[in-house]
């Protein structure tokens, strides 16, 4: 497929982006998520954060994904894919698609499921994210779903409009710093191979001896990529040592 530039909308009241879910199908029910699919069918062999996509010049391995893994600020807001989606705009020092070209796959924006938030304000970032990943695979992108979830009362919003059999991504960074953390990234995982069945789930960040288990129990393909910060702070242990 050849990608294509941001479409702007001919409707300039449409403020909801509206637009960009025109050809898309919805989950029926309370939620009416938007239904997608991973349009890639192999496992990335390398993650890249968005963090550093714009400034780093290096190289890009071939079969790397992009990943928005990071801090909500770094790719929302003002000048944040969702704003240059909707307004069919590029920003210099925000989001564009150059920071995009470089790599064969993009997993969406994993914009933040808190326990505290609204429940309104969690659906709203989890349509969001479908959003995206409808909008970016209709401008010719590989783009790979990513999962969040919160407290078992977003379970049914979290994992709708995902179709079954597909390839996801999770973030589990931070996901293991307590217990009722680590039982909540437990319970979603244990939720998500049940609802979804995906493919293969694809992990960023660390993977608890429990996860492992419940992986190993649905007989559930996956593969792990380690956390930038996890990366570094090792670099730096043995740059220290001697």
């Not at 309370?30 to 968005?50: C, G, H, Q, T, W």
């Not at 129990?217 to 996956?222: F, I, L, P, T, V």
Request: glycine residues 8%; proline residues 2%.
């Amino acid at each position: 497929m050849t990608k294509s530039k941001l479409k702007k909308p001919s409707d300039k009241k449409d403020v909801f982006g509206a637009f960009l879910v025109e050809n898309a199908q919805f989950t029926l029910g309370k939620y009416d998520m938007p239904i997608v699919r991973s349009n890639v069918d192999e496992l990335p062999s390398a993650l890249f954060s968005y963090q550093r996509a714009g400034s780093n010049q290096k190289e890009i391995a071939s079969g790397t994904a992009l990943h928005f893994y990071v801090y909500d600020y770094l790719f929302d807001g003002e000048y944040g894919v969702w704003n240059s989606l909707i307004r069919g705009v590029e920003f210099k020092r925000g989001f564009n698609l150059n920071k995009l070209e470089r790599f064969d796959y993009i997993i969406t924006p994993d914009y933040s499921l808190n326990g505290d938030m609204p429940i309104e304000w969690q659906i709203w970032n989890v349509y969001r994210s479908r959003v995206v990943t409808i909008a970016l695979q209709e401008l010719g992108y590989k783009v790979i779903v990513n999962v969040r979830w919160a407290y078992e009362e977003s379970f049914d919003f979290c994992f709708a409009g995902i179709d079954k059999g597909s390839i996801v991504a999770v973030g589990s960074y931070g996901c293991s710093k307590n217990w009722t953390d680590k039982n909540l990234f437990d319970d979603g995982l244990n939720e998500l191979i049940i609802r979804v069945k995906p493919k293969a789930i694809i992990i960023y960040g660390t993977l608890t001896d429990s996860a492992k288990v419940i992986l190993k129990k649905h007989n559930q393909d996956y593969i792990v990529f380690r956390s930038d910060t996890d990366v570094a702070m090792e670099e730096s242990h043995h740059g220290n040592e001697g």
